[in-house]
């Protein structure tokens, strides 16, 4: 069993950056395929960025595409989602995820079985 704790979100102005965070305890993070998610509001989870437990091989959405980047601290048990150039459109509850489904990083939210409770991010313009 593994549980995942975000931080790092807020209030930020159209243009600035942001550094999520999420601390996992229980498993070694080592062992999972590691995802961002967000849900803006009034609409439906949507992937983010993920990150492959071994190669680490990384995917992101078009719309954060050159944006965003995910990363990983194994000593620290922590994936980081560091986010810059950001818009009103990123405004969501960003949430981190966990898989150990699979060889590689996936976008679908459903192969991932472990969440954290998500951190809010608003975006003024």
């Known amino acids: 069993q593994v549980q995942l704790v975000e931080s790092g979100g807020g209030l930020v102005q159209a243009g600035g950056s942001l550094r999520l965070s999420c601390v996992t305890s229980?498993?070694?993070?080592?062992?999972?395929?590691l995802g961002w998610f967000r849900q803006p509001p009034g609409k439906e989870r949507e992937f983010v960025a993920a990150?492959?437990?071994?190669?680490?091989?990384?995917g992101y959405a078009d719309s954060v595409k050159g944006r965003a980047t995910i990363s990983r601290d194994n000593a620290k048990n922590t994936v980081y989602l560091q986010m810059n150039n950001l818009k009103p459109d990123d405004t969501a509850l960003y949430y981190c995820?966990?898989?150990?489904?699979?060889?590689?990083?996936?976008?679908?939210?459903?192969?991932?079985?472990?969440w954290g409770q998500g951190t809010q991010v608003t975006v003024s313009s």
């Open positions: 995820a966990a898989s150990n489904y699979g060889s590689t990083w996936s976008r679908f939210s459903s192969v991932y079985n472990h």
């Open positions: 229980g498993r070694t993070l080592a062992t999972y395929h």
């Open positions: 990150l492959s437990r071994s190669t680490d091989s990384a």
